[in-house]
């Protein structure tokens, strides 16, 4: 009766929480052109296009991203097996584990009349599909915490969902083996189903009880072996008469029966105890407890990147109703599955050595976004980090490019930005050229050099021994990285427009000038497309360094600042 009232309250909660998370994806606002369009345009925007589709040719191919992409993870199979083999393991054991276990009373039972969950294949099958999480929680844990390599910063989402899982396995597998070991069941179930007490013939129950002793091992205070061979036979044919059409040998129960091995010098005291009667309350409340919170998780990634895939397989931005757009972005928060695809390709990332800003990294801006959306109260500082973490991406569209689900990063992080200046935050690049114009000032007035770093140009400090930072010292002045610069290239005077040229920005580093290397404009106006790194034909990490001086002067204006313009800023915030 507590089983059945807790499956049926958290089957609710869970479709209560998915619709709110549905709802949400109507009503979430990103970007400018979300800002107009109300939530009974965006559902029936919805609705049309979800009705067209299916209607159309186009549901055919609907059907093959489902059973390639959603069902086998195919999309996730082309980027990595080793994730791809975590991803089946967890997936395809949890859901067989669902299905066949958790919701017996719904779907197995209701498929196979004479359904027990100690009858076999069932308890093969249950016991398989927990072996295939556990490998999956093992690989995941593997990659996160020893793999070497670029890596998103783990956050108590992933942590809460790998917890949950694992506590989920790990107490149904040891209550497996308390039951197997169990004498007090034993007796329940002689009571119940063999028609057998105490007050029947002793020798019978003697004879049943040593059987399950020696076959399926009971652990039990009055019988001990070795056993005689004929009670044994007696046991078992009582056993067969009375027992077998509900219980199979524990031996296919693998990971149970292992348990039961182990735990069988001080089961009769765990039994005593009610230790397997706890171990029932903990694996079916955490069971239902991750159900009813999935659409709170991490967990409904299972639910959203289904659907963007799906999406994305027949929807064209380009031609695709404004408010449909606007929803498929809210859609995108949820579907993110923080793998970190976006944050190892990032161009960007480097900086985040240098300014230990967590917003700078995709994996971890798209937290910020979702806290944003979700109209949560964000404080000063908060929003000053977010600020940073956004305008330090230079749109490069390589998340996009490799994200394995299909979000749309780059049109997140632009729709993000309008959203901090349409608020009233000044953007970054403002503030911190403000900032650094307010510190040249005094240094020119003072009648010195700012130099953010030493004399001699090093500008590689906060990257390790990278030599790739200093590779600006051996450039001749051939003008090749300014030549096929795209943003030269649409000034008519780009001396006057952008400052120092990209070569000589590398000339005034190697003179030790680091202080008219940061006063370029170029530094902000780079579009990231690594055209003069790739052409130079001296090797020079053209690109990267600029990377290097603009993050230097985020961190110098992050640190001097200016009284007036955080003046400005808080004017701003109030």
């Known amino acids: ?99 066949m276990h958790g919701l017996e009373q719904l779907v197995t039972g209701a498929l196979f009349p004479d359904y027990a969950s100690t009858l076999n ?28 390599g670029s890596r998103p910063k783990s956050t108590a989402r992933d942590y809460y969902a790998i917890t949950v899982l694992a506590v989920i396995m790990v107490s149904g597998i040891v209550l497996e083996g308390t039951q197997i070991t169990s004498h007090v069941i034993f007796r329940d179930m002689v009571e119940q189903y063999a028609g057998m007490d105490e007050q029947d013939d002793a020798s019978q129950l003697k004879a049943l009880e040593s059987y399950w002793v020696e076959a399926f091992g009971v652990v039990s205070p009055d019988v001990q072996g070795p056993m005689d061979a004929q009670i044994l036979a ?31 010098p001080f089961a009769f005291s765990l039994d005593r105890t009610g230790f397997g009667t706890f171990l029932w309350y903990v694996h079916f409340l955490t069971c239902f407890l ?7 998780s991490k967990f409904f990634h299972v639910v959203a990147t ?55 990294l995709p994996s971890e801006k798209l937290a910020a976004l979702r806290k944003m959306a979700s109209r949560k109260k964000i404080g000063y500082r908060e929003i000053r980090v977010i600020q940073e973490g956004n305008h330090i991406c230079t749109g490069c569209h390589r998340c996009t490019d490799v994200c394995p689900v299909g979000i749309n990063l780059e ?6 930005g309008d959203d901090l200046a349409h608020l009233g935050y000044p953007r970054l690049e403002i503030w911190t050229r403000n900032a650094m114009g307010a510190m040249f000032e005094t240094a020119l007035q003072e009648g010195r050099p700012l130099l953010l770093e030493p004399s001699d140009g090093n500008v590689s400090e906060g990257y390790g021994s990278q030599p790739q930072m200093q590779s600006f010292s051996v450039c001749f002045g051939c003008q090749t990285c300014t030549n096929v610069c ?14 120092l040229l990209p070569h000589q920005i590398m000339h005034a580093l190697a003179l030790g000038r680091t202080d008219l290397a940061m006063g370029s404009g170029m530094l902000w106006d780079c579009v990231t497309c690594y055209l003069c790194q790739e052409e130079c034909p001296q090797g020079v990490y053209v690109t990267d360094v600029l990377y290097v001086l603009k993050n230097m002067a985020c961190k110098k204006a992050a640190e001097a600042g200016n009284a007036a313009t955080q003046h400005e800023i808080g004017g701003h915030l109030g």
């Open 121 to 148: 294949p069932f308890m093969f099958l249950r016991d398989l599909a927990a072996a295939f999480v556990l490998l999956g929680i093992a690989l995941v844990l593997y990659r996160r915490l020893l793999m070497k």
């Open 234 to 264: 007696q046991g078992e044919e009582i056993h067969i008469a009375s027992c077998a059409d509900c219980h199979s040998r524990p031996q296919w129960a693998f990971l149970g029966y292992g348990v039961a091995g182990a735990i069988r």
């Open 486 to 499: 795209p943003v030269v290239a649409i000034f008519e005077n780009p001396g006057e427009q952008v400052g």
């Open 290 to 296: 991750g159900l009813a919170l999935l659409p709170f």
């Open 306 to 360: 289904p659907l963007n895939l799906l999406i994305n397989a027949v929807m064209d931005e380009k031609k695709a109703h404004p408010a449909n757009i606007a929803t498929k972005r809210a859609l995108e928060l949820d579907a993110c599955t923080h793998c970190g695809d976006c944050t190892v390709r990032c161009s960007v990332a480097i900086a985040y050595r240098q300014i230990p800003n967590p917003a700078i």
């Open 1 to 99: 009766m507590l089983f059945t009232f807790c499956l049926y309250l958290s089957l609710a909660v869970f479709g209560l929480g998915s619709l709110f998370k549905a709802f949400n994806w109507f009503r979430i606002k990103i970007g400018p052109g979300a800002r107009d369009i109300p939530v009974s345009t965006r559902i029936g925007a919805a609705v049309n296009g979800s009705i067209s589709t299916v209607f159309s040719k186009k549901v055919f191919l609907l059907l093959k991203v489902l059973i390639v992409d959603v069902l086998f993870q195919g999309w996730m199979l082309k980027r990595s097996f080793f994730r791809w083999a975590s991803h089946m393991c967890i997936w395809g054991g949890f859901a067989l584990l669902l299905v």
């Open 411 to 416: 049109a997140l992080w632009h729709g993000l």
